[in-house]
C-alpha cells in the first residue's frame, strides 16, 4: 500500500514563528503536492513538485516555500505564520510522469492553528 | 478563471434512498477523480475518470463522465449509513490538480 505520512497531526504555532510541515511518501513517487483545505473552498494547492529539487507555484503559493532535497520528501515552510495561515494542510503523491493518469494518495492532513 | 463546482453542497438522505452529486467544471479537462473524505480523515480515492463516456461503479456508487457538458455526476443507490462523508471531485488541467468544495452527505436511518 501508498504510504503518505504528515510529521503532525495537529499544530499550534504563534504568529510570527517559522513553521515547518513535513510529507513523507514510501513509494518512489515522483510527482508531490501540498494543498490547503478551508471550509467552503475545498482544496487548494499551494506548492507542487516533479522531482527533487523542482517546485512549482499552485494558486495560493503566498506565504509559503517549500524544499525537496529527497525524493521521498517534500516540506512546506510558513516563513513568518500568520493567522489566517490557519487551515488543514494535505500532502499528496502521485507516481508516473505529470502527464499520467495516475490518482493522487493523500497524507492524513496536519491541522495547523496560528494563535 | 477555472472553476470547479459540486452541488448540492449539503445533502440529507434517508437510507435505501437513491440520489445523485453533480461536477460541473469550467474548462476542458480530459481527468476527472471522485474522493471521499471522512471526518478527521484524509481524503481516499474512489474513481479516475479518464474518457467521455466513461462509467465507473463501486459497490453503491457509479460515476460518469461527460467531457463536452464538462459534467461529472456521482450516483448513489440505495444509501447506507457507511456512505455518510464528504465527497470530492476534481479536474486536472495543465498537470495541477483543481478541486471542487466538496459534498457533505449524511445517511440518515
Known amino acids: 500500500d501508498v504510504k503518505v505520512t504528515q510529521s503532525s497531526r495537529y499544530l499550534v504555532k504563534r504568529t510570527g514563528e517559522k513553521v515547518f510541515l513535513e510529507c513523507v511518501q514510501d513509494?518512489?513517487?515522483?510527482?508531490m503536492f501540498w494543498y490547503r483545505q478551508d471550509p467552503g473552498l475545498g482544496l487548494r494547492l499551494i506548492y507542487f513538485s516533479y522531482d527533487v529539487k523542482m517546485k512549482e507555484k499552485g494558486d495560493i503559493p503566498e506565504g509559503y516555500s517549500v524544499s525537496r532535497e529527497k525524493k521521498e520528501r517534500f516540506s512546506l515552510i510558513l516563513e513568518s505564520a500568520s493567522t489566517n495561515q490557519t487551515s488543514m494542510y494535505l500532502c499528496a503523491s502521485t507516481v508516473g510522469g505529470l502527464d499520467s493518469y495516475n490518482e493522487q494518495f493523500f497524507g492524513p492532513g496536519t491541522r495547523l492553528t496560528v494563535l | 478563471e477555472l472553476k470547479v463546482e459540486q452541488n448540492p453542497l449539503f445533502l440529507s438522505m434517508q437510507e435505501g434512498k437513491n440520489y445523485t452529486i453533480y461536477c460541473n467544471y469550467s474548462?476542458?479537462?480530459?481527468?476527472l477523480y471522485w474522493y471521499r473524505q471522512d471526518p478527521g480523515k484524509s481524503l481516499e480515492s474512489l474513481f479516475v475518470?479518464?474518457?467521455?463516456?466513461a462509467v465507473k461503479q463501486e459497490g453503491r456508487l457509479m460515476a460518469s463522465l461527460d467531457t463536452k457538458a464538462r459534467l461529472s455526476t456521482l450516483h448513489i443507490t440505495a444509501a447506507v449509513h457507511d456512505l455518510s462523508a464528504t465527497y470530492f471531485c476534481?479536474?486536472?488541467?495543465?498537470?495541477?490538480?483543481?478541486f471542487g468544495t466538496g459534498t457533505s452527505l449524511t445517511v440518515i436511518p
Open positions: 513509494m518512489d513517487h515522483e510527482n
Open positions: 476534481a479536474v486536472v488541467i495543465s498537470n495541477q490538480f483543481y
Open positions: 475518470l479518464l474518457s467521455n463516456g
Open positions: 474548462t476542458t479537462s480530459d481527468r
